[in-house]
């Protein structure tokens, strides 16, 4: 006899299967990693969300193609870097987005304003980086995930993964350091 299901696999077989339920404790599971990756990817809460909504559409209509010995959260970050890389392609010839600052309060203190302002910045960095160096980045350093991991979602060598994320923090320095933003 094989290995039994874990949970979220079972999850999967279900939903694969029309379950709406399951697929719906699918979403609910990986909700709030689709935004924040998309968020990362495009740094609009709007644009985020509309892009969670699409990859879900588009899991939902090709979960019964998933090849369960793949992973399944490699394969959902796969369809939200693509989703939000199209986005970013329609977008390409529009203003870059101004990043707001949250709203602190009225008598906010300096340190907080400060590191409100230096995440702002950084924020900006990311945005005016290639969309291909900023989905390494974003995916390791916020997602925290591994080189093959990165390689897998992205359908690139593992090489291009390391030089891609070389060449985003090497940017990101450049800029951050010298204050071109």
Request: charged share 25%; proline share 4%.
């Amino acid at each position: 006899m094989g290995e039994p299901l874990s949970s979220e696999q079972s999850l999967i077989a279900e939903a694969a299967a029309g379950n709406m339920g399951a697929f719906a404790q699918l979403v609910n599971a990986h909700r709030l990693n689709v935004l924040r990756l998309a968020y990362g990817m495009v740094h609009s809460v709007d644009e985020a969300e509309d892009i969670a909504q699409e990859v879900f559409v588009k899991v939902w209509k090709n979960l019964p193609t998933f090849r369960s010995q793949g992973s399944f959260q490699s394969w959902l970050y796969r369809i939200t870097v693509n989703t939000a890389l199209d986005v970013l392609r329609r977008r390409q010839e529009e203003v870059p987005l101004e990043e707001q600052a949250e709203a602190q309060g009225e008598d906010a203190p300096e340190e907080a304003t400060l590191r409100q302002d230096r995440l702002a910045q950084v924020r900006q960095a990311i945005a005016e980086l290639p969309p291909g160096a900023r989905a390494v980045l974003i995916l390791r350093e916020y997602e925290q995930l591994s080189y093959k991991e990165i390689a897998e979602i992205l359908q690139i060598p593992l090489g291009t993964v390391m030089s891609r994320l070389n060449y985003a923090r090497q940017a990101l320095q450049k800029k951050l350091v010298s204050g071109q933003l």
